[in-house]
């Protein structure tokens, strides 16, 4: 699948880096879901605003970080949109002091609010380069597994990362490069793509930090949780 980058617009001073960025990418999956919508001939289910590209901002402070999704006009409440699905709900956070990768999820299947921690990703680094607008960027790699019913896949990250900006942070819980990440490929589904960086905001940002009221818990576990709880509904639909 040949990657197309959104054109970057910049506001960036590079004389003294603020203690708090701000910065905003956008996710898109429209390859991907074209690609589903002929595989399955599902074209009145998945419409045009079912690959809609979705903004998120990742607000930095210092050595934390936390992502969400901007807040916009829903169009058509009929309609499912896969990208935002496949970018993640919540809101992520990173402590670069303590290396804490967290995410702030509601399940209503498991019906809990849940606070993920997240394992280190273990990144290889590449000397591979390509300009991301006027940044030169390096490529680094990772491996992730991730359990499903049907047993455990391989979800491969490609991550594009400035040394130009030397902020180790980047969008959902990719963090720990040596520069700030400037685009993400999940696979050949997702695409998150820096589109607007702020380095010294004229507004202040209101920082948020991980909530205390949350249920606490690794990856691992809810994982383990979700397929629990899949396999009792199967179990009870195969008693009817």
């Known amino acids: ?91 992520y956070y990173y402590n670069l002091t303590t290396n804490e990768n967290l995410h702030e999820r ?42 499903h019913r049907s047993g455990v896949r391989k979800k491969k990250i490609t991550a594009w990362y400035t040394p130009e900006i030397p902020l180790n942070f980047g969008p959902k819980f990719y963090n720990g490069l040596p520069g700030l990440i400037l685009s993400v490929q999940e696979d050949n589904k997702l695409y998150l793509t820096a589109k607007f960086i702020d380095l010294n905001p004229k507004d202040k940002i209101t920082f948020q930090n991980p909530p205390n009221n949350s249920e606490r818990i690794t990856f691992k576990d809810y994982e383990l949780l979700l397929l629990e709880k899949f396999d009792q509904f199967r179990k009870e639909r195969n008693k009817r």
């Open 1 to 91: 699948m040949k990657n197309i980058f959104i054109p970057l617009l910049f506001l960036v001073n590079f004389l003294v880096f603020s203690q708090d960025s701000k910065i905003t990418y956008v996710a898109s999956a429209t390859n991907y879901v074209k690609k589903l919508k002929e595989k399955n001939n599902s074209k009145e289910f998945l419409n045009e605003q079912s690959s809609s590209d979705v903004e998120f901002t990742l607000y930095i402070r210092k050595k934390k970080s936390y992502y969400k999704k901007n807040e916009s006009l829903e169009i058509d409440n009929n309609s499912i949109n896969l990208t935002a699905v496949f970018a993640g709900t919540g809101t």
């Open 106 to 147: 509601e399940n209503r299947l498991l019906g809990s609010d849940f606070l993920i921690e997240y394992e280190k990703i273990n990144w290889k680094l590449t000397n591979e380069t390509k300009k991301i607008g006027k940044y030169t960027c390096l490529k680094a790699t990772a491996t992730i597994m991730r359990k």
